[in-house]
């Protein structure tokens, strides 16, 4: 699937992807219409793009290292994540043949689950003294469990001194962007070296579409093309044609910024930042339900739309009272642990939730509760 | 996307996908409801079909080696493929970590551009030799170039041997092993561990659908899963249901079992057939026509409904009447080079192509050699 097999299937989305980047306020480094090397595409999930964008970073450390020639190189390379990244990252080294000895899972702070630039720092130099290439880094923007963010401007500057890929995650949290009053999370996403977020979780797109931006497109290129050096052609190059097939894992692609498109077209963008607004809204009267109830507490705090709630009475009646509600079938929720916590995850994200929908669930927390704490 | 996330989509496709080994007559051992082990699953392309089961492979020695625990030993591993397999087998190769000084790429006959038996033993003994781990070996039945195919069963008993993971790509002509009449170029594969075909390129199902079948579903999961051991339930260890995101490269999957299951609904077998053979006679006829003329010939065997055709005259004949007839827009052919050989190919595959389509080509074909042949 290069250029030529469908010159508007690439051009199209080429466009949209920089449109989208620009409703989400990008720095214009990941833009392609604003940069010379950046760029956006559209991939089928978070997890394949943790993956292309960790081999681009293999082959840029050894490029650097002049290491390309060494069978051996390679297992001095190491990847960075923390105890709330995605284990689609854990995936993405196994693929990659990443071995899971240079695999560092750092610990993050107990109360926010952000991961410290000194935590990182401090992995990256014992790596380094101990003759190990640090290599990739994923940085998360609304993780998984509870949505928690990590400060991208410190561990972006750690991971450039260190020549270190960092990966910003933001699968979920990144559809919020489209409103402005949430761009402060991604603030320092000018010093990674790519950036993803999942339309088909929570921008009313269909799955599967993942939009990925990278600041160099050519370290994908140069790590994914299948096409010998004498065969590149001059338009390729010159950066005027993208042959997309080189930008992922597959071959072969469908033609996925159609449906994106049209659902720019239908919603616009005003009616996209209502719904993320609405979502984020019912989410916030949920937690002020849930705040002003002396059997509940919050368990972390609440980034979007989702909210992790506990009992007081503890991790068992927090399970009896999930377990509960989602054995009758009316509601059914999720769970997280954290370390000793554990915690339901109430996600408003689905485009037909409305009010009445939520203060349902809430009537029947209410409930269950009531029932599961008056047990012996 | 585990069995739970939607029970319907996993049963529906594991369904199917028995239905469709059963319609092509695969040896049992691949099939879900007649082996223990065996299992097919519904991925995106060939392309991601050789990633997954390269990375099953490289677990797989490396665990029968007690060298998992070991970062250097995925270095010593050695990937086999022939001059004529797909490039996304190199592509594999550069996703998965194997250095490009470990993937060998074995000459093929000149002729039938089949790998001989003696070739592949002869590389893998002198790897074995030098210290090496032969590890996986992609045979094709119908390259992309010519549809040439290898000798599956001589192949497969030499990996046997060397506990090499022998992959079958027939990503276009596996459609046609619907009809009984073609399956005897699969004979052999029960010694295959593992076997790919796309309906999306040949069986009337829309991109994308790449059917994947394994011998050993536990060294795909084994290779794949993120879940931790302590973690794993005893409905997926029993084999009584499957977590298809262990299965492939995203963690994210579509319900693509639907449109194949309506496919089938809809032609039903015979029609299945019908479109193969129809497709086949007008391939046939084309060649036909060819051979009867003195200023042309066919360039390597037909097997299918691929046609590869060059003039007597030389190469610069033939890409000169190639580029002359991809000027005009009125058909669309494609080329390949085979050692010094500049071929024409014309694949009779769109399911709305008729004789009267083909015939037109042909007089195309006859009026514009005819042309460039009378040049100076």
């Known amino acids: 699937?290069?250029?030529?097999?469908?010159?508007?299937?690439?051009?199209?989305?080429?466009?949209?992807?920089?449109?989208?980047?620009?409703?989400?306020?990008?720095?214009?480094?990941?833009?392609?219409?604003?940069?010379?090397?950046?760029?956006?595409?559209?991939?089928?999930?978070?997890?394949?793009?943790?993956?292309?964008?960790?081999?681009?970073?293999?082959?840029?450390?050894?490029?650097?290292?002049?290491?390309?020639?060494?069978?051996?190189?390679?297992?001095?390379?190491?990847?960075?994540?923390?105890?709330?990244?995605?284990?689609?990252?854990?995936?993405?080294?196994?693929?990659?043949?990443?071995?899971?000895?240079?695999?560092?899972?750092?610990?993050?702070?107990?109360?926010?689950?952000?991961?410290?630039?000194?935590?990182?720092?401090?992995?990256?130099?014992?790596?380094?003294?101990?003759?190990?290439?640090?290599?990739?880094?994923?940085?998360?923007?609304?993780?998984?469990?509870?949505?928690?963010?990590?400060?991208?401007?410190?561990?972006?500057?750690?991971?450039?001194?260190?020549?270190?890929?960092?990966?910003?995650?933001?699968?979920?949290?990144?559809?919020?962007?489209?409103?402005?009053?949430?761009?402060?999370f991604i603030d320092g996403l000018e010093f990674a070296d790519s950036f993803n977020f999942n339309p088909h979780k929570w921008l009313l797109v269909n799955f599967d579409c993942s939009a990925s931006w990278v600041k160099n497109r050519n370290d994908i290129v140069d790590a994914l093309s299948i096409t010998p050096e004498y065969l590149r052609n001059k338009a390729t190059e010159s950066g005027e044609v993208f042959d997309f097939r080189d930008w992922q894992v597959p071959l072969g692609r469908r033609f996925r910024s159609l449906k994106l498109w049209f659902v720019m077209r239908s919603f616009g963008q005003t009616k996209m930042q209502e719904h993320i607004r609405h979502h984020i809204q019912m989410a916030t009267d949920l937690e002020a339900w849930i705040k002003a109830d002396d059997r509940f507490e919050i368990a972390y705090p609440r980034m979007l739309a989702l909210v992790t709630m506990k009992l007081k009475a503890g991790n068992a009646a927090t399970k009896r009272v999930y377990e509960h509600i989602n054995s009758e079938g009316k509601f059914y929720l999720t769970h997280s642990i954290i370390g000793d916590n554990y915690i339901i995850r109430i996600n408003i994200g689905t485009v037909t939730t409305q009010e009445k929908h939520v203060k349902a669930l809430w009537d029947e927390i209410l409930a269950v509760s009531t029932k599961v704490l008056s047990e012996p």
């Open 1 to 184: 699937m290069m250029w030529v097999t469908s010159p508007a299937c690439t051009e199209l989305e080429v466009v949209v992807m920089d449109w989208l980047g620009k409703m989400c306020g990008l720095p214009k480094e990941f833009l392609c219409s604003e940069s010379k090397t950046g760029g956006g595409v559209i991939q089928g999930t978070a997890s394949e793009v943790m993956l292309v964008n960790l081999v681009a970073a293999k082959n840029r450390s050894l490029k650097r290292l002049n290491l390309t020639s060494d069978p051996n190189a390679a297992s001095k390379l190491v990847v960075y994540i923390s105890n709330q990244t995605h284990s689609g990252a854990k995936k993405a080294t196994m693929i990659a043949g990443i071995h899971a000895s240079n695999v560092r899972v750092l610990e993050t702070d107990p109360h926010t689950l952000a991961l410290a630039p000194e935590t990182l720092e401090k992995a990256i130099l014992a790596d380094e003294a101990a003759g190990l290439i640090p290599c990739y880094f994923i940085s998360t923007i609304g993780t998984t469990s509870t949505t928690a963010y990590d400060p991208l401007g410190a561990l972006g500057k750690i991971s450039n001194a260190h020549h270190v890929w960092m990966h910003v995650d933001a699968a979920y949290a990144g559809a919020a962007l489209v409103c402005p009053e949430y761009r402060h």
